[in-house]
């Protein structure tokens, strides 16, 4: 195997693992029943450059870019997906906006 091949082989499995890391915020959606803190602007705009990364690796006919990319496209997206589940209302109320307290004022009591 040459070094080229090696790294290949070692840039794939990196790419795949780095594919799972939206795993952790799946489970803390789960955890919370909540997907108040996650940004789908953000996993959008990360889902839509591995399509850009997936497209690059398929125009050059590389494995390693489509592989990883295809992984992370796959992963994110469940992401959003989850994430898009709790705002429809399949969580708990933890998305719902909590109603404001109504504090009244030292002496302001009808006693």
Same mark, same amino acid.
């Given at each position: 195997?040459? %070094? &080229? #091949?090696? $790294? *290949?082989?070692?840039?794939? /499995?990196?790419?795949?693992?780095?594919? /799972? *890391? &939206?795993? $952790?915020?799946?489970?803390?959606?789960?955890?919370?029943? +909540?997907?108040? #803190?996650? +940004? @789908? $602007?953000? @996993? %959008?705009? @990360? #889902? /839509?450059?591995?399509?850009?990364?997936?497209?690059?690796?398929?125009?050059?006919?590389?494995?390693?870019? @489509? $592989?990883?990319?295809?992984?992370?496209?796959?992963?994110? %997206?469940? %992401?959003? /997906?989850? *994430?898009?589940?709790?705002?429809?209302?399949?969580?708990?109320?933890?998305?719902?906006?909590?109603?404001?307290?109504?504090?009244?004022? &030292?002496?302001? *009591? #009808?006693?």
């Amino acid at each position: 195997m040459t %070094t &080229p #091949d090696l $790294l *290949a082989v070692i840039a794939t /499995l990196a790419g795949v693992m780095m594919a /799972l *890391a &939206p795993v $952790l915020q799946i489970r803390r959606m789960f955890h919370t029943r +909540s997907s108040r #803190d996650v +940004s @789908l $602007l953000y @996993l %959008t705009m @990360l #889902d /839509l450059g591995f399509v850009a990364w997936i497209s690059y690796g398929w125009a050059i006919g590389n494995p390693a870019l @489509l $592989l990883s990319n295809s992984a992370s496209m796959t992963f994110m %997206t469940v %992401t959003i /997906l989850v *994430a898009l589940a709790f705002r429809r209302g399949k969580g708990s109320n933890a998305d719902r906006p909590a109603t404001p307290i109504e504090i009244e004022a &030292p002496g302001s *009591a #009808d006693s």
